[in-house]
């Protein structure tokens, strides 16, 4: 317990974030896994020769991926600090990971960008980390 009365007040907020964040990656996931069985993509194969749709939805999984770990460690410095702003600028993120994946669904990778809203979140985050770095070395 003693963890968790450092934590700030507010803090499970962040933990729900995270937790919302996990459903978007078993969403994706699970997208994933119906798209290789629609399209006959078997494994380890990443990509298709056939069916741009299947690339567009691994694409949007994957890009996921990638961005996600950066994500989580800019999210918590954040949280540790601002829990409420970061719970926010982070379910905006999380939210826009759908809009982002559903606009690739469809086959049309420039309707990704429907999901370019995420980048307050994203960013967000980034900058709080930022403030908070120069918070802690005295400078603000």
Not at 30 to 51: L, N, Q
Not at 70 to 96: D, H
Not at 121 to 126: A, D, K, P
Request: proline residues 4%; positive net charge; contains cysteine.
């Amino acid at each position: 317990m003693a963890v968790l009365a450092a934590l700030p007040s507010d803090f499970g907020y962040v933990i729900f974030t995270y937790l919302y964040s996990w459903i978007m990656m078993a969403y994706l996931a699970v997208k994933v896994g119906a798209a290789r069985k629609k399209y006959g993509v078997k494994y380890p194969a990443m990509y298709s020769d056939k069916d741009q749709v299947f690339n567009c939805i691994q694409r949007a999984h994957q890009n996921t991926l990638e961005v996600y770990p950066q994500w989580l460690v800019f999210q918590t410095i954040a949280a540790l600090v601002y829990p409420l702003t970061a719970s926010v600028l982070g379910a905006i993120w999380v939210t826009s990971r759908f809009s982002y994946a559903w606009g690739y669904y469809t086959g049309d990778p420039e309707k990704r960008m429907k999901g370019a809203y995420g980048y307050i979140g994203y960013l967000g985050v980034i900058v709080l980390s930022i403030y908070i770095a120069l918070q802690q070395l005295g400078i603000f």
